[in-house]
């Protein structure tokens, strides 16, 4: 585990400075050194994993241009051989899980390279053991960098409210919801989304399908040792003023159906939740902030996290007669479906 202090956001400040009053053409004197990238998160959720490699570069001239050609931050697939390896905890190897290449189609456009990005993955159905413990490695063959890192799986856990035979969402009255579950073994950081599914269906035209997401607040454990009891509560009265706030009123002739909800908790692990932190924009004044890797002869983030899913198949009949007709979300266009 390493924390390195740069002058991160003096350096943007400055960079945006000059590119935007004078020039953004930059003069590097200093002889190129190979630094290697690396982003993974691990979650036992999902049946494929993902690690984003790349590499800093070096420009004397433009370094938007520069940052747009992939080929100055892409290592040659060619170059690299990456994979992962399951251990015992604290204890003995078990076994090896390839990763190869995957073109990512559909990135969306910033300062970097895009639509198409070069990522590494297992295949499909690759299912992580939270009694395990896995190691990232990678081999820069032209240059004989090993990079490593390691990390501890989530473990699953159980959501306490609403209980669990509750077929329906309910958002009705104006008091108190509450969503509550006892924190999950190597957890530290947790956010809920409720998700909100529903249907389109204009005047001509197929029927569409969409969702729109209430985020609520970020919440903590005290410790990573599990067993907390994690509460969440809010008034059923925020549900639509968020879908008012998130939603454009029909026109036209559009109708909706609403469809079903899901409750959403994601949990991160105390590296991504470090990671995280330290990352957030300064509100401060000083601009020395340190930048937080776990990665072994390379910078970046390879940790764990975890999304549990609460699905409800819709609306509870109140809530959804204060969707249709009440005084918040009734130009929303929702009808009973027929």
């Known amino acids: 585990m390493k924390i390195h202090t740069f002058y991160i956001l003096t350096i943007l400040l400055i960079t945006i400075l000059l590119s935007s009053s004078c020039s953004n053409e930059v003069d590097i004197n200093d002889d190129y050194k190979e630094i290697s990238i690396v982003y993974g998160l691990l979650d036992q959720s999902e049946s494929r994993h993902f690690v984003k490699l790349t590499k800093a570069f070096q420009t004397e001239g433009n370094v ?48 970097f390279y895009f639509p198409n990005q070069l990522v590494y993955a297992t295949a499909e159905g690759v299912i992580l053991n939270q009694n395990r ?27 306490l409210k609403p209980i669990s ?20 073994e190597k957890g ?20 569409t399908s969409h969702f729109t997401d209430w985020k609520l607040s970020q919440i903590r454990s005290k410790t990573t040792d599990g067993g907390e009891k994690m509460t969440y509560e809010f008034l059923g009265s925020t549900f639509y003023n968020n879908l008012a706030a998130t939603i454009e009123p029909a026109e036209n002739g559009l109708k909706r159906w609403s ?15 470090i990671y995280m932190d330290v990352n957030t924009p300064s509100t401060s004044i000083v601009q020395d902030k340190p930048a937080y890797s776990n990665i072994e002869n390379g910078y970046g983030i390879f940790a764990s996290r975890y999304q549990k ?10 809530s959804l007669d204060t969707l249709i007709n009440g005084s918040v979300t009734y130009q929303l266009g929702f009808e009973n479906r027929p």
Request: aromatic share 14%; glycine share 4%; no cysteine.
């Open 64 to 111: 938007y241009l520069a940052a747009a050609d992939q080929a100055n931050s892409q290592y040659d697939p060619n170059d690299v051989e990456m994979w992962l390896e399951e251990y015992e905890i604290n204890g003995g190897y078990i076994k090896s899980i390839p990763m190869d290449t995957v073109l990512i189609t559909k990135k969306d456009s910033g300062a």
């Open 133 to 159: 413990e896995y190691k990232l490695k990678a081999k820069i063959k032209s240059s004989g960098n090993q990079i490593e890192a390691e990390t501890k799986i989530i473990d699953d856990f159980n959501i």
């Open 165 to 184: 035979f509750l077929k329906y969402a309910d958002f009705s009255g104006n008091y108190s919801h509450t969503v509550q579950f006892f924190s999950p």
């Open 188 to 207: 530290k950081l947790y956010q809920l989304v409720i998700r909100f599914y529903y249907t389109e269906i204009p005047t001509s035209g197929p029927k």
């Open 259 to 273: 469809d079903s909800v899901h409750y959403i908790i994601s949990v991160a692990d105390e590296d991504f939740t």
């Open 309 to 318: 899913i609460r699905p409800f198949i819709g609306l509870s009949p109140k």
